[in-house]
């Protein structure tokens, strides 16, 4: 991580979390900040980084002012993979109930805690998003998919190196079958903002890695 990805993810640390009481205590909030960093730094991590983190921030700074809670998807991108194993099934619950002790602890109120909550669990991909937050949230975590070549075939390889583990037979199988629910919605983003800017690409960045998986 560079200085400037630190210095950038104080700032919306600094934003997000602004209405919060802790954010009168120094401590408290920075041991947090830290905590989450260090999760998002772990050694199974090859993807679901700070690089991710970093971006999807990125993004969300483009939509700021359309959302209806902007700071609440702001927080809820900061937990949304802050529990991360390979091999789990849980870990955007996980992640959620991280989420929802620590805004407990600072006395956030109950229809914020619930709505940061669901937030995080829309990033299983389970579900087309309900509210205007949870759509754009969810296409935050899919921009990926429509980033230019380069990134994402380096989000390719960060993804394999994740499920290192994996069979290469199987991976390939596995993966392309998943790839290819994407392609087959009618359309991969929800909003117009992230339809606009990132479905052509995003297609074609499917359709390229689907049949690289197929060879």
Known sequence: MTKDDLLFLQCSWQRSFISYEFSNNHHKSNDL????LKHYAEPQRHYHTLQHLVECITKLELVYELLDYPHEVEVALWFHDAIYDVKGKENEHLSALWA???LVAVNAS???IDRIFSLIMATQHTHIPHTLDEQTLVDIDLSILGEEIDRFNQYDVQVRQEYAWVPEEVYRVKRA???ETFLARPFIYTTAYFRNHFEVRARQN???SIL???L
């Open 212 to 214: 690289q998986l197929q």
């Open 33 to 36: 900040f830290e905590l989450l």
């Open 110 to 112: 109950t229809d914020e």
């Open 100 to 102: 929802k002790e620590s």
């Open 206 to 208: 499917l359709q390229r």
């Open 177 to 179: 079958e998943i790839l």
